[in-house]
């Protein structure tokens, strides 16, 4: 069964410190991974898309990581600001398969004064 | 370029009583057309997926139904709503064939009591 497992669930950092969300897959076969930052009461808007043969991408503060062989991936945030919070899900996508995106069920991050 | 519309964007129904989700999409033609419901601390489940007029399919068995009456219109209906079917409604299109780029509405908030 594909599954997307992401952590922690929650975590409150302070403004301008760094962070770095967790995501562990069992999609098969492997086509993508997305991370995904849903505002609260809004729908998720795309940050990052990786494919099996890259292992990192940036999208200013945001850099997603992948580990294709581990099947894990992670996004580090560096220097946090307020509009950081969100929730952030780690979709992934099994090949030839375009209905079939299997979502985590996200980390909460806080970013406080 | 494209956009997603989604309304309401809050509804507040009684048990039993009918309901109808309108989504529509502007900017491109013959879009695959994406239904997700997200409950409280849980990830995006995939209800409906269409890939042309008069398409659905349907992911899991339940007490929601989905229509496409034109080609960037995607209604989510029930004919007697449940305590279970409150959630956050979102649509979201891709490009047609076999991109698996999908792109969020602003989701509408379902409360049944």
């Known amino acids: 069964k594909n599954q997307v497992e992401q952590s922690p669930q929650s975590l409150i950092i302070l403004e301008g410190k760094n962070c770095t969300l967790q995501c562990n897959y069992t999609v098969s076969p492997f086509s993508n991974l997305r991370w995904y930052k849903q505002d609260t009461g809004r729908g998720p808007v795309s940050l990052t898309i990786?494919?099996?043969?890259?292992n990192t991408k940036s999208n200013g503060r945001y850099t997603a990581t992948l580990d294709a062989d581990t099947k894990q991936s992670s996004l580090h945030i560096t220097a946090s600001q307020l509009s950081d919070s969100a929730s952030y899900i780690c979709?992934?996508?099994?090949?030839?398969?375009?209905?079939?995106?299997?979502f985590g069920t996200g980390t909460r991050l806080q970013v406080t004064l | 370029s494209q956009t997603i519309h989604q309304w309401p964007a809050t509804l507040v129904q009684p048990v039993g009583s009918p309901l109808s989700l309108e989504c529509t999409v502007e900017?491109?033609?013959?879009?695959?057309l994406y239904w997700y419901r997200q409950a409280a601390g849980r990830g995006l489940q995939l209800l409906f997926y269409?890939?042309?007029?008069?398409?659905i399919s349907s992911e899991v068995p339940q007490n929601l139904s989905a229509s496409r009456p034109q080609d960037r219109q995607f209604i989510l209906s029930s004919k007697k709503l449940l305590l279970s079917d409150s959630g956050f409604y979102l649509c979201?299109?891709?490009?047609?064939?076999?991109?698996?780029?999908?792109?969020f509405g602003p989701g509408t908030r379902l409360t049944v009591l």
């Open positions: 979709v992934v996508s099994a090949t030839g398969t375009a209905s079939k995106l299997t």
């Open positions: 900017g491109t033609s013959n879009p695959n």
């Open positions: 979201a299109w891709s490009f047609g064939g076999t991109s698996d780029t999908q792109y």
């Open positions: 269409s890939v042309g007029i008069g398409q």
């Open positions: 990786m494919t099996f043969s890259e």
